[in-house]
């Protein structure tokens, strides 16, 4: 029984991550009133950027290039939401699908081949036509990835303990820090931040870059870190399963974490009670529990007065422009 | 579903009509070649065609002589492709655009192809209007979704030639026009094969499968892994093989064929893993496990998959589109169509169709349409030996998966102990092609969607 929880745990904690680090950017992004319907399309823009910059120069040069192309992805947003303050659904839906289109071109095989040797002139034959590239090691931690049971916590690789530290550490920023003050009393009441001397633009601007890293660090972990075969749109809906999580964990870093690895579970889950002949019985009911889940957290936040007890962000998706 | 059975006697007859005729088709395509690799300037001449479409249960044999006068430069084929997914999925599309340029390569007379690529399956026809805008004479659609909208328009232009891939509606068939043919690459043997490999390495005694849905198709490649599991573990321990099937409801998803794969290692102690999705991500999770120093294994898909797991990989099944196409390339480019509903196996699209000693098998190497993927030399020489002898046996069509003879001797039967094939019986294309049951030896009940 340990042994069977363990394997269930380590695997839930693995897919769980990419929703966590997701989601983690996207609760700064919407605690500052922005909608980052974007995801998607960043995460899937950190995937292949991180696919190709491992063949050419190794994770480290990778991860750090898919977050630059996650902020950078982030700013098209900032620009249309925060200063043209366009209509931020319509903007990140158009980002989401920049992002599966220029992703798919980038990383298909002709234009992958010019610009891994544009990158890299000495990269062998083989690593121009291959679709993985090496996954990021475990790194277990001596004595603990011993305990049993909580042991797969710490034999994990280092994108899924930077999650671990990451969550608790944004949850302290945003609320035991001035910073975080400000980055809540923005999507709160923008007005009146801005009448206490706080930039709403500049905050903004911050936290969907904020939530742009964030999202290009998951589609690099999604790649790197979980299954290293480079797909074209093989994000498949995780962005959006993100977003709903966000509203799930009621825009709390800690309830996020908890969360991402409930959602993670119920997909592992899933493939184990086929194995013991529940999947017969309807498999499509069994595909679509992550989604039941979301949905779930979505009608219960659409409820007034939970969504008053919770604490969404008053002015989500409002732009704000000083001379109303 | 069973009728249509014959005998043994019967099929020996049929299999050495289908030599002869094989022998025939060889020569007359050796004289086509040689007449299309003359030069442009040919004086006229006729042509003899011999097509031979050859099923466990029928077989057709259809000959056609046409007089040509071919004068001048011969005139420029354009061909257009019609793909369900994009070129780069390494699976199912990548492997048609690999047989458009093989084709293309192989047809020695100038040919221009071009494609649509990640074509949903309502949109066919508008792509099907644009590659004959472009001048396509000849269109392949490739997915089976695709079916119904390909028999409209090959009723619509009956002056343009339409293949259908993976369907059941064709001009030969019947139920489409006569422009309209059918082509489909089959890997059940195949499988059987890498079963046979999978129940020669099986430390456990349990085998996975990774399925993508529960149809047909994917059920017969199941059953046939999992019969040639059975017969080698036997063979070896005298215990039957334990098979485990977990279905991803996916074509593509490397993700979910990554969770369900580690599913079947780590509770059910799976050991062998084959697996029918587009992408390498179930050989990738065996691979792991190999070099954490547990023995796990799995296959190749539609494309040679050995660069990505070069430990793990036994051997698999590998397609090439490229002699199916090419075939049509030239029947439109020498107006001798014929309509035809093609189910290309072991042996067909070779050279030659008969058999080799075991010692000069080409089990591994390419040839033909579908073919074995270099077999990893830590299968035991005994097994690799009757890997090669079933595949060179299969060219023949001398030994059938989906017989007694390939279960140790025993009847088939189905999970409810019901016998499904009898000794003396094979199974033919209609049972094949509807089949809705598991081998006994299977755990889990099929899904009924």
Redesign the interface.
């Known amino acids: 029984m340990i042994e069977w929880i363990e394997s269930v745990l380590a695997l839930t904690l693995q897919v769980g991550t990419v929703y966590l680090l997701a989601s983690l950017g996207e609760i700064y992004a919407e605690r500052s009133g922005i909608l980052n319907l974007g995801l998607e399309g960043i995460m899937i823009m950190g995937a292949a950027s991180s696919f190709i910059f491992t063949l050419a120069y190794g994770h480290l040069a990778a991860i750090t290039v898919s977050i630059i192309v996650g902020v950078l992805m982030s700013l098209i947003l900032a620009l249309m939401a925060v200063y043209m303050r366009l209509n931020q659904t319509v903007a990140g839906l158009a980002l989401t699908m920049l992002g599966l289109g220029l992703s798919g071109f980038l990383a298909s095989p002709e234009v992958r081949k010019v610009i891994l040797l544009a990158l890299n002139p000495s990269l062998p034959e083989k690593f121009l036509a291959i679709q993985e590239a090496p996954k990021l090691p475990e790194i277990p931690v001596p004595t603990l990835s011993e305990i049993p049971v909580i042991g797969c916590f710490f034999r994990q690789n280092a994108l899924v303990y930077f999650s671990y530290a990451a969550a608790p550490l944004m949850w302290f920023i945003l609320f035991k820090t001035r910073p975080g003050l400000s980055l809540r009393s923005v999507g709160e009441n923008p007005a009146a931040a801005d009448a206490m001397g706080v930039s709403v633009f500049k905050v903004r601007c911050v936290a969907t870059m904020v939530s742009g890293g964030f999202a290009g660090l998951a589609g690099a972990y999604l790649f790197l870190g979980f299954q290293p075969f480079w797909q074209e749109g093989l994000t498949a809906g995780k962005g959006f399963i993100a977003l709903s999580l966000v509203i799930l964990s009621t825009w709390n870093p800690l309830r996020a974490l908890l969360g991402a690895y409930l959602f993670g579970g119920v997909e592992v889950i899933q493939y184990r009670l086929q194995l013991f002949g529940l999947g017969a019985l309807s498999p499509y009911l069994l595909a679509m529990l992550p989604y039941l889940v979301a949905i779930a957290a979505l009608v219960a936040v659409s409820i007034g007065s939970v969504r008053k007890r919770i604490g969404a962000p008053a002015s989500l998706g409002i732009p704000y422009s000083r001379e109303e | 579903m069973k009728s249509g059975k014959i005998s043994r006697r019967e099929f020996l007859g049929v299999a050495r009509n289908v030599a002869i005729a094989g022998v025939v088709a060889a020569g007359a395509v050796g004289a086509l070649a040689g007449y299309l690799g003359g030069s442009s300037a040919a004086p006229p001449r006729t042509v003899t065609t011999t097509r031979t479409v050859a099923g466990a249960a029928q077989t057709i044999t259809a000959t056609k002589t046409v007089t040509q006068t071919v004068a001048g430069a011969a005139e420029l084929l354009k061909v257009g492709y019609v793909y369900v ?6 699976g199912w599309s990548y492997g048609h655009d690999r047989g458009r340029r093989w084709a293309d390569e192989h047809f020695g007379l100038p040919v221009k192809s071009f494609y649509r690529e ?1 074509v949903p399956e309502a949109e066919v026809g508008s792509a099907i209007e644009t590659l004959m805008d472009e001048g396509a004479k000849l269109i392949f659609t490739t997915s089976f979704g695709y079916m119904d909208a390909t028999a409209e328009y090959a009723e619509k232009y009956p002056d343009h030639y339409f293949v259908h891939i993976s369907g059941y509606r064709s001009g030969a068939a019947g139920n489409a026009p006569e422009n309209m043919s059918a082509a489909f690459a089959e890997f059940y043997q195949l499988y059987y094969l890498n079963g046979l490999a999978a129940g020669a390495m099986t430390e456990t005694g349990v085998v996975g499968y990774v399925g993508a849905y ?1 149809i047909p198709e994917v059920v017969r490649h199941i059953n046939a892994f999992v019969l040639g599991a059975n017969y080698a573990y036997k063979e070896r321990t005298g215990k039957n093989i334990k098979a ?1 099937v ?4 996916k074509w ?5 064929a ?3 794969a ?3 290692i ?3 102690n799976c050991d062998v893993l084959a697996f029918t999705e587009d ?3 179930v050989l ?1 999770v065996a691979e ?1 496990y190999q070099k954490k120093g547990r023995k796990v294994w799995s296959f190749s898909h539609y494309s040679d998959m050995r ?2 797991g070069p430990n793990a990989h036994l051997t698999g099944q590998i397609a090439n589109w490229g002699p199916i196409y090419l075939d049509f390339y030239r029947m439109v480019a020498t107006n001798s169509w014929i309509p035809v509903d093609i189910w290309a196996r072991i042996g067909d699209y070779m050279p030659y169709r008969w058999r080799k000693p075991v010692e000069q098998s080409t089990a591994g190497q390419p040839e033909g349409v579908v073919y074995l993927a270099p077999l990893n030399p830590a299968i035991p020489s005994k097994w690799q030996l009757l890997i090669k002898q079933r595949y060179e046996e299969m060219k023949e069509l001398l030994f059938e998966p989906f017989s007694v003879e390939g279960n140790l001797g025993e009847p088939i039967r189905d999970q409810n102990g019901e016998v499904r094939i009898k000794a003396g019986e094979r199974a033919d294309h209609d049972m094949l092609w509807s089949m809705d049951w598991f081998v006994e030896y299977i755990e ?6």
């Open positions: 997914g994009p070129v780069g999925d390494y990640s529960p485990h977990n279905w991803i409801f593509v998803g490397p993700d979910d990554r969770k369900a580690i599913a079947l780590e509770e059910k992408t390498p991500a990738q792991e660069d990505y889990e009940p099929l899904p009924k969607v």
